[in-house]
Nanobody, 119 residues
């Protein structure tokens, strides 16, 4: 079984920075793509950014230029570096990992980490 764990959430002031991390544990799987989503109260879960193992990164228009998704190969983490955060970035952030498990593509979600942007 593949398990996904997010970390790094917290309270940050508008204009500040925060880095979220996503780790994956388990066996007999191959990571294909890692993505971050977020869900604010009363809103649907929305796409934030993704990183394919081949290197391609994608961002939603709302975070483009402010957030950066990257892979830390030494720690085997996928990080989401958030800069110039805004109150509307407040949400629970979820990591989604697409893996190849026994020749089948499967998606795994983490439990989420809260990010609150407030002064």
């Amino acid at each position: 079984q593949v398990q996904v764990l997010e970390s790094g959430g917290g309270l940050v002031q508008p204009g500040g920075s925060l880095t979220l991390s996503c780790g994956v544990s388990g066996s007999d799987f191959a990571r294909i793509e890692t993505a971050w989503y977020r869900q604010a109260p009363g809103h649907q879960r929305e796409f934030v950014a993704s990183l394919h193992t081949a290197g391609a990164a994608n961002y939603s228009d709302s975070v483009k230029g402010r957030f950066t998704i990257s892979r830390d190969y030494r720690k085997d983490l996928v990080n989401l570096q958030m800069k110039d955060v805004k109150p509307e970035d407040t949400a629970v952030y979820y990591c989604n990992v697409e893996c190849l498990v026994s020749v089948r593509r499967r998606h795994f979600w983490g439990q989420g980490t809260q990010v609150t942007v407030s002064s």
